[in-house]
């Protein structure tokens, strides 16, 4: 009798555990839709929204043919306003729809929901918190949008913004229990770059490994101060299934501010069993990137920040040279999806890309 108690409590403590774990499915899965934080005036003026919003008229008019696309407007007025330009564009309007949510700006990727799986595979979302890359921005309006998203979605919303900050461009999941992040960008404590003061890097990987579902986390060091997001991981490495990583050669993460050591640490990364990742190599572009406007900035541009949506991959492209040659690697690795380049060079001057603008929500049950 003694040993089944024993049993049957084990058996519980397994169960309650199992029933407080969380998993963040791929982003190749299939998507219910896709979130989008429309650029606005309102925070960098009218030719700032101007320069950018064209990158995402191409994503809408990629992405609505194949599922759901949630664009989030600042108001009445630009819900309208978007909609013309779509409707001029020819932009089928079917399978979008549009939120009124005040934001400050578009980076939905580090700012908006998290949507995972609970161990009955309903989705809900988590809502970490989010503020500024370590307040270096205006955040209170983009901090809300998750919790708005899941009130008019009704669906439960795990608030974890009282106990950790966390960007979702600053960390990349294999699908399969292993994630990876920089250091910097996650548990900073250098002044003006702050993430989560006094957290550990265990009670940070303790939270991952709840809240994704991961079981191994896999640490860079990353630099601080380098750009605006204290170096995320979805502008240099991202996962292209269980066991293959994609990433650039060892002189290109060298020129855009890794350190040798870092390099070293993301070829020899290994999955959950112990098998080092397969590499698949992108070159970053060729020349240093000039915007549409003509502009010419200090950095070359990455490939990888690229975003996989239910039969397209959407690619940054800079009107370069390697633009072709990064589609064709990259369509290789996904071979039932059409790579769609999308013109990112005038967002880029602000610090991002495709992934960095885009927020996956998966299909399937919401928990209400």
Partial sequence: MKNLITILCIALSINLTMAQTYHFPEESGEHEGTWLQWPHQHQHGITYRNRVEQTWVDMTKALQTNEKVHIIAYNETEKQRIINILEKAKVALKNVDFKIYPTDDVWIRDNGPIFVKDINGNILIENWGFNGWGEKYDFERCDKIPSKIGKDLGIKVIELGEKMVNEGGSVETDGNGVLMACKSSVISQEKEAIRNLGMTQGEAEDMFKKYYGVSK?????????????????????????????????????????????????????????GKEYQKVYVPATKNKVKTAYGKQ????????????????????????????????????????????????????????????????????????
């Fill in 297 to 368: 900035l200090e950095d070359k541009g990455s490939y990888v920040n690229y975003y996989v949506a239910n039969k397209v991959v959407l690619v940054p492209n800079y009107g370069d040279v390697n633009d072709k040659i990064a589609n064709a690697i990259i369509q290789k690795q996904y071979p039932d999806r059409k790579v769609i380049g999308i013109d990112v060079r005038n967002l880029y001057e602000n610090g991002g890309m495709i992934h960095c603008v885009t927020q996956q929500q998966p299909a399937g049950k919401l928990l209400k």
């Fill in 217 to 273: 986390v896999i640490w860079l060091d990353g630099v601080t101060g380098l750009d605006v997001t204290d170096m995320h991981i979805d502008g240099f490495m991202k996962f292209v299934n269980h066991n293959t990583m994609l990433t650039m050669k060892d002189d290109d993460l060298l020129e855009l501010g890794l350190s040798e050591s870092d390099v070293e640490k993301l070829y020899s990364a290994t999955n959950t069993k």
